[in-house]
C-alpha cells in the first residue's frame, strides 16, 4: 500500500490497523467502541503508559516499521511484568503526520501485535490523530494473578540484588550507529528489538523479590530508583558482571567503555530486583550486588562516575 | 515558576507534577512505580485512549492550560461514561518541547486533577518526554459496577434516540474564535471545557440503555457508528433539539447555521443513546429521534447534507 495515512483518512487507517491487531483471552471488548473492556480477574489491574517520539526514541532511517511496533509494545509490557503482573492489554495512541506511509503505521500494529503475542496480550483500542511529529504512545495493562505487586520500596538491607535480561546491548547498538556503522548486527539488532525477560516478572513475585525495576534508563539509574524508594544502599560488584564478546570488541573499536554500557545503558528492558538472601534464584537472574544499609548506589564502594543514565530532557 | 521543563528537568517536572495530582480511593499505587495499580471491582476494566495534539485539539492562544488539562481529561472520562462506567483513573503521556513553561504543565495537571476529581477519579501515572510537537495523550480506565457494557450495537427498531448534556456549543465557540472574536463567552468557555453529563452514562446503563456513544466527532457522525454497529436507521428529527438563543444570535452575527452546530458539532462530549420505547427517561435526556429497520442516518427525512462531523486528518 503507498497511500500516506492522510490520504487513507482517519478511519480507513484505524480499520486497517484494526484488522491487524488480533484478540487475545483478557481483551473482553477490542477496538471499535468507545472504550475497550479488559479482564482484571483478581479486582485490580495494573497500568502503565510510555510515550515514544521519533527522532528521540526511535528513527525511521535505524529501525523499520514493525521494530518500533515491537519496541513501543516492550518498554510498556516490561513495566508491566516489572510490578510482578502479566500483560493482558495495550492501548495505542498514534499521533502522526498526514504524510507517513499508511504501510507504515500498518507495520508498526504488526510489530505491536506480534511484541504482544509473546505475552499473550493483545491491543484493545487506541486513537489515531494528525501531528507534525510522529508519536506513539502506549498504556499496558495488567494482572498481578493475585500476588502482592513488587514495588520499588520493599528491599531489605542483606538481600541480594540480580538482574535478567540484557545490560547495555541497546547501549552498544546505539553507539554502533550513532558512529555511522552497522554492524555488529546483534548490537543493532538489540537496540531495534528489545528481548526483555517478561516472564521472569511474575516469578521473581512468586520467589519473594522485595523490589523490583524495569530498566530503561540505565541500571545504574533505575536501581537508584530502588535505593531512594527502600531507603537503603545497593553495593554492586563490577566483577559480577559478564562483558559479552561483542562488547568488547566493538568497544575497543569505538573507543568505548563496555562497563558504561552494562551499568549505564538504557532500553534493553532487562529486569533488577532484589531478593532475600535465602532465595534460590533460576538461572535466568544473575547476582550482581548486595542491599545494605544506607543510602545511594556504589558500585566496586564507590558512587558510579561513568555517563549518567538516560534522560528525557538531556 | 518561571523555568521551562527542560531547565527543570525530567524528574524534578514528574515530581511537581505528581505533587499536584491528588488521589482516589480506586488508585491502589498511584504514581512513582513502573506502573500504577487500580482498583478493578467487577474483575474488569474498561480503558479508552485519546490524543490531543497542540494545534489540532486546542491552542495555547485560546485556552489557558487548566482548561486544556480539562478537555484532555473530559474527552476520555466521557469515553469511559458512554459504556455506562464510572471512571476511575488516568494516566497521562505528556510530550513537551523543552521551552515549555513549566507552570503550564503544572497547570494543566491540576486541571486535569480538577476534572477527575468531578467522578472521583485520579491521575494514577504516566510518562513525560521531549517532543517537538505538545502531545498530550489520556488513558482513563474505568469500572462497570458489574453492569454489561452499553455498546454500540444493541439499538433496536422501535427504540427512542436521546442525547444528555450540550451539543454545538463547542462548535459555536470554536467559530467565534476562528473569526477573531471572543465572546458570547459562554460559547468559547464551553470550547474551553466541556461539562459532558458523566453521571448519565451509568444511569442510562441502569435505565437499560440499548447503545451509546460519547458525542465527540459530532452527532451524526456518532449516531452514524451506532446504526453500523446496530444494523439499523436512525431518523432524527430537527424539531426536537432546542436551539439556545445564543446559538440564534451568534450564528446571525456570523452568518452560520445553528442547527448544523448542533449536529454536527464535536468536543461537547455529549452522550447520545438509544432506549426501550417504553423508558422512562429522567430530565437529562432528551428524545430526538427514533430507531427503524434500514441503515444510515436521516435528519428529518433526509441523509444529513450540512458540514459533517470532525475527522483527525481532514
Not at 477490542?30 to 489491574?45: K, L, S
Not at 505491536?112 to 509473546?118: A, K
Not at 520500596?153 to 550513532?178: F, I, M, N
Request: proline share 6%; hydrophobic share 50%; aromatic share 4%.
Amino acid at each position: 500500500m503507498d497511500a500516506t495515512v492522510g490520504e487513507l483518512g482517519e478511519f480507513a487507517l484505524i480499520d486497517a490497523i484494526t484488522a491487524r491487531l488480533g484478540s487475545s483471552a483478557a481483551v473482553l471488548l477490542g477496538p471499535g467502541d468507545d472504550a475497550a473492556i479488559v479482564a482484571a480477574p483478581d479486582g485490580r489491574v495494573v497500568a502503565s503508559t510510555d510515550v515514544l517520539v521519533e527522532g528521540r526514541h526511535f528513527r525511521r532511517n535505524w529501525s523499520d516499521a514493525r521494530d518500533v511496533g515491537h519496541r513501543a509494545a516492550a518498554a510498556n509490557l516490561s513495566d508491566i511484568a516489572a510490578m510482578g503482573a502479566v500483560p493482558t492489554a495495550l492501548l495505542v495512541g498514534l499521533a502522526t503526520p498526514p504524510d507517513l506511509p499508511a504501510s507504515w503505521a500498518l507495520e508498526m500494529a504488526e510489530g505491536l501485535r506480534e511484541e504482544c503475542d509473546l505475552v499473550g496480550a493483545s491491543v484493545a483500542g487506541g486513537d489515531v490523530v494528525r501531528s507534525d511529529t510522529l508519536v506513539i504512545s502506549v498504556t499496558a495493562l495488567g494482572s498481578l494473578e493475585g500476588r502482592e505487586p513488587v514495588t520499588r520500596s520493599g528491599a531489605q538491607p542483606g538481600d541480594l540484588v540480580a538482574v535478567a535480561g540484557r545490560l547495555g546491548w541497546a547501549a552498544a547498538g546505539l553507539a554502533v550507529l550513532t558512529r555511522g556503522f552497522r554492524s555488529p548486527r546483534v548490537l543493532v539488532d538489540a537496540l531495534r528489538r528489545p528481548a526483555p525477560p517478561y516472564a521472569e516478572g511474575p516469578r521473581a513475585a512468586a520467589l519473594g523479590a522485595t523490589a523490583m525495576v524495569d530498566v530503561s534508563d540505565g541500571l545504574v539509574s533505575d536501581l537508584g530508583h530502588i535505593a531512594v524508594a527502600s531507603g537503603v544502599a545497593l553495593r554492586l560488584s563490577s566483577d559480577a558482571f559478564h562483558v559479552p564478546q561483542e562488547f568488547v570488541d566493538t568497544a575497543r573499536a569505538l573507543n568505548a567503555d563496555p562497563m558504561a554500557w552494562l551499568l549505564a545503558g538504557g532500553d534493553d528492558h532487562a529486569l533488577a530486583a532484589t531478593f532475600p538472601p535465602d532465595v534460590d534464584l533460576p538461572m535466568a537472574w544473575s547476582v550482581v550486588g548486595r542491599v545494605e544499609d544506607g543510602e545511594g548506589l556504589l558500585v566496586d564502594g564507590e558512587p558510579y562516575a561513568g555517563p549518567g543514565g538516560w534522560t528525557s530532557f538531556a
